[in-house]
């Protein structure tokens, strides 16, 4: 089992800062990615940004959020400055894992709510 578990969340005004994290535990071998995806009220699940493969943005957050990765933690980190109200969605972040049995499979993290409001 593999279990990743987001954190960071929380009410920001238009203009501020928040920095996600996301850690994956359990039976890892290896971890060949890891995304952010969000999902804003009334709307499908859209991709953020992953970590590498190239590091990839979505163009709504290009130059605003940055994504980084600590391979020894099994961490990704999701630095979003200049929110605004569009940007309000639960954030979801998810992993392509290596599990201790050569299986590999994508997992995803519960969520963590961002509201962007005034």
């Known amino acids: 089992q593999v279990q990743l578990v987001e954190s960071g969340g929380g009410l920001v005004q238009p203009g501020g800062s928040l920095r996600l994290s996301c850690t994956a535990s359990g039976y890892i071998a290896s971890i060949n990615n890891m995304a952010w995806y969000r999902q804003g009220p009334g709307k499908e699940r859209e991709f953020v940004a992953r970590s590498e493969g190239p590091i990839k943005y979505a163009d709504s957050v290009a130059g605003r959020f940055t994504i980084s990765r600590d391979r020894a933690k099994n961490t990704v980190y999701l630095e979003m400055n200049n929110l605004q109200t569009q940007d309000t969605a639960v954030y979801y972040c998810?992993?392509?894992?290596?599990?201790?049995?050569?299986?590999?499979?994508?997992?995803w993290g519960q969520g963590t709510q961002v509201t962007v409001s005034s």
């Open positions: 998810s992993a392509i894992v290596e599990d201790t049995w050569r299986r590999t499979s994508e997992y």
